[in-house]
């Protein structure tokens, strides 16, 4: 039996369960790389020139941590899940630059993903990624729509019931996520709703955003994620602020944040890599439009790999007490 | 950036359009792009949003830009620095040349609406007169690089250089855009060279706009050549706008034999400028003694293509440079010196490796 590895980084939060189901469904096993760590951190970040942003060193970390436990790694380029959308160019060369950086890593399964040109080529792409397992087009077939279907699955138990991203992976896949419901302790403030923005693999990944979700569930703030909200609003918030929608996955961070800066949260926290090209231009999009707004406190935490815990624990405490104070006061400018 | 203006003044000029053209990239246009930009963006982004205020100072209404769909961050550019203007307090109007998607035909239609609606055989006949220019300038720099290594007294190529851009800047018609061509050839093929040199050969490539656009790398190519070193750089805004704007359409592409060579170490378009890095060390590995991989501090594609470069098969010497608004000249300066010594002691191990066979 075949097995597939799937390095626990990038789009792995959003497309987990979707992949799993796939290439279970064709028989073959799937291997997840641990949680990411230091090591992991170090390893990636040691591997690629120094510039790469925090996400992809983390990537390549999750990669050599992969190297003899399974027999292929699976890599998809995903160019655009919209038509005249685009992506960033660390998605589009990530197989390429895996390869060259980690030139002991098993054979990888690529696919790439691009819905400009046209329906029937996408299908022929799945069916490439099929027949590395079965020459059976029937049962690539049958195993798409099955992970299609728990895709739907997953992201409707996350903007349904409101399940934060790990845990609705824990339910789906069965396979337990790190801790994220255990709150370590609940202080005497008054209950607040922050909005997070960012992308899933910064959000979730508890290295390197120093468990940012645990910290605010113990500040009492309910988190509200950008996976909690139907496609629709999303969209809509996209044209409001942005203009038509240029990039892939741009959506989670302008989308929701100017959503959240109308459905009124108390906060809005933004998470970016630094040097991240697409966020660069859109995180600033939300701040300008919170600026001009001065309704929402908005504040935005730039991750990499020298950001220390502390600054960002001593940022968040002060976000977090000039929400509180404000809610006490009940002002309705922030200044 | 670069030489471009040429050829859209002169195209403005003919159809009668009221414009400005910003100064010349200096320290102070960097300063006000870099001050108003988010800071994590490219030189091309703060460069160009530092002519954009320049130009509105100077009473400018509407700016001309290209970008579009599917060049990296570039194609979304506009809409943010249109933001950022207005922010400022100018009332300006971006129209973007959507040269990626409609090519030739969606760059005449706003030439057309620029011009007031002058009719199209003006429009043409300025656009062709543009383009002459264009390669003019593009064909006379082409002979200056090959000239500036090998000249006995320094400077002589650079210095007709300028003056031959601005002759051609003030050309009026074909006539005397010819003759000042010819002109200008004709004294550098005059200039008086060392016969015996055999200069290194070093390619320059990376990032359209770096590459271009002297000021945000210190001229790279005039200090390569003070050093002694000939340039070979296979971006030139004629070779673009030929193959981009006419050629493309019709499936012809000059970039599918970079793209074959990259092809075992890159698949696909990465966007920017990417593949073609990767190409280019690939293909010229055997023909150039180094490479110059030019690239603003966070480029997306050009991270990607530096993380590939280092493993292709093929083996050249690359040294990578990052512009942003925080490098100095004397830092290039030095480690472009230092990567011409290892050149030069590359090759003359290799000429004594030879005399030992022979």
């Known amino acids: 039996m075949t097995t597939v590895g799937i390095p626990r980084a990038l789009l792995y939060y959003q497309y987990y369960p979707m992949w799993k189901t796939f290439f279970e469904h064709l028989g073959a096993e799937v291997v997840v790389s641990p949680p990411t760590t230091r090591k992991t951190l170090t390893e990636g970040a040691s591997r690629v020139v120094a510039d790469t942003c925090l996400p992809a060193k983390v990537f390549v970390g999750h990669t050599v941590s992969l190297v003899g436990k399974c027999d ?195 906060g809005i926290i933004g998470i970016m890599a630094f040097g991240c090209g697409p966020d660069s231009l859109m995180m600033d999009m939300v701040h300008r439009h919170a600026t001009r707004q001065k309704t929402t406190p908005f504040m935005c935490l730039t991750l990499e790999e020298h950001t220390s815990e502390t600054g960002v624990i001593t940022r968040l405490e002060a976000f977090m007490d000039m929400i509180h104070r404000r809610k006490q006061k009940g002002e309705a400018v922030c200044v | 950036m670069g030489n471009l203006y040429v050829p859209c003044r002169a195209v403005l000029e003919q159809l009668g359009v009221d414009y400005v053209i910003p100064p010349v990239n200096s320290q102070r246009t960097l300063s006000l792009g870099s001050r108003y930009s988010p800071e994590g963006l490219c030189i091309p982004f703060k460069m160009t949003l530092g002519n954009m205020i320049e130009a509105a100072e100077l009473g400018a209404n509407t700016l001309l830009v290209p970008g579009g769909y599917g060049i990296c961050r570039l194609g979304y550019y506009t809409r943010v ?216 501090f966070t480029c997306m594609p050009e991270i990607i293509a530096e993380n590939i470069m280092p493993s292709t098969k093929e083996q050249m010497p690359v040294l990578t440079i990052l512009c942003d608004e925080q490098i100095a000249k004397a830092g290039v300066l030095t480690r472009l010196e230092a990567f011409v010594d290892l050149l030069e002691r590359k090759r003359r191990k290799q000429n004594d490796q030879l005399r030992v066979t022979v």
């Open chain 2, 81 to 296: 620095q249109e933001q950022i203007l207005h922010n400022l307090g100018y009332d300006i109007e971006i129209i973007q040349l959507g040269v990626s998607e409609r090519k030739f035909l969606g760059m005449m239609d706003i030439i057309k609406r620029v011009s007031n609606d002058s009719p199209w055989r003006r429009i043409l006949s300025a656009f062709r007169f543009g383009l002459s220019k264009l390669n003019a300038v593009d064909q006379i720099e082409r002979i200056v690089q090959k000239v500036r290594p090998v000249e006995l007294i320094p400077g002589t190529a650079n210095q007709l250089y300028t003056r031959a851009v601005q002759a051609i800047d003030n050309a009026d018609d074909y006539d005397t855009l010819k003759r000042v061509k010819a002109d200008y050839l004709g004294q550098l093929k005059h200039v008086a060279i060392n016969e015996q040199a055999r200069p290194l050969i070093v390619g320059v490539t990376g990032e359209f706009y770096v590459v271009l656009e002297p000021f945000s790398s210190f001229d790279i190519e005039r200090e390569l050549g003070k050093l002694g070193v000939e340039v070979r750089r296979a971006t030139f805004i004629s070779g673009w706008t030929k193959f981009s704007l006419f050629l493309n359409p019709f499936g012809i592409n000059e970039k599918s034999r970079i793209h074959k060579a990259a092809y075992p170490y890159l698949k696909r378009d990465i966007g920017g400028d990417g593949w073609e890095s990767v190409g280019e060390k690939v293909l010229h590995a055997k023909e150039y003694d180094g490479l110059i991989h030019l690239a603003p």
């Open chain 1, 72 to 266: 292929c790694i699976f890599i998809p380029v995903i160019r655009s899940l919209k038509s005249k959308t685009y992506n960033c160019s660390k998605f589009l060369g990530l197989p390429d630059m895996t390869r060259a950086v980690v030139p002991e890593a098993p054979p990888i399964l690529e696919i790439e993903i691009d819905i400009n040109r046209g329906k029937r080529r996408l299908y022929q792409d799945i069916y490439k990624l099929g027949r590395h397992f079965t020459w059976n087009p029937l049962k690539v077939k049958e195993a798409a729509t099955a992970a299609w279907q728990s895709l739907l699955d997953y992201r409707e138990l996350m903007y349904r019931r409101e399940l934060i991203l790990p845990q609705a992976m824990e339910e789906i896949t069965g396979e337990s996520q790190t801790g994220l419901n255990m709150i370590l302790k609940s202080q005497t403030v008054p209950p607040t709703t922050i909005g997070l923005i960012g992308h899933a693999y910064l959000l979730y990944d508890e290295h390197i955003n120093y468990q940012l979700i645990r910290r605010l569930q113990q500040y009492d703030a309910t988190v509200v994620t950008p996976e909690m909200l139907p496609g629709n609003i999303i969209e809509a918030s996209v044209n409001k602020l942005a203009g038509k929608a240029y990039w892939t996955y741009e959506e989670e961070v302008v989308g929701a944040g100017g959503h959240f800066l109308e459905s009124g949260v108390d």
